[in-house]
């Protein structure tokens, strides 16, 4: 006759080796049953905010430093602006914003020849760099007050 004990669970084929499956509170895979597994770190028993802290990465290559040239080194700054930078696509019509940065006239020390530099905020990428020239014109642009405008064979 089949009579298991409370809390066992045995088929009757197998009665004699024993329960096959066990029931009660007590899981055997799962160590931790019943604590909170997602929950943030201040709210675990084991947080210490210090051990958090020391936290060290090693760099995994030792780069040397490096000295950088921007090309400006060989010329003065005649005239420095902050400005936006608009170039007139003929294609569509419209004025086209090149960037925002600062507009510098740069005046080489050897040759003498000026050249007018704008890289953009941020990013420092080149918007605008060629030399003047005599055949260049620096009119006001119609319309506005604050705003110039010339034509050049570079762009």
């Excluded at 089949?2 to 009757?12: A, D, F, S």
């Excluded at 290559?61 to 400006?72: D, T, W």
């Excluded at 010329?75 to 902050?82: I, L």
């Excluded at 005599?134 to 034509?151: I, Q």
């Amino acid at each position: 006759c089949y009579n298991p004990k409370p809390g066992q669970v045995t088929p009757p084929s197998q009665s004699s080796k024993g329960p096959i499956f066990q029931t009660g509170n007590k899981s055997p895979g799962f160590a931790r049953a019943g604590e909170v597994m997602f929950a943030s770190p201040t709210q675990r028993e084991d947080y210490n905010p210090e051990a958090e802290a020391n936290v060290h990465f090693k760099p995994l290559v030792v780069l040397p430093e490096v000295a950088v040239k921007a090309g400006e080194e060989e010329e003065e700054a005649v005239f420095s602006h902050r400005a936006k930078l608009f170039r007139f696509n003929n294609k569509v019509k419209q004025w086209e914003e090149r960037g925002v940065g600062d507009m510098k006239l740069l005046r080489n020390k050897s040759t003498n020849k000026t050249r007018v530099i704008m890289r953009q905020d941020q990013v420092l990428k080149i918007c605008c760099n060629h030399t003047i020239t005599a055949e260049m014109n620096l009119m006001p642009n119609t319309g506005s007050d604050r705003s110039w405008m010339w034509y050049t064979h570079c762009d």
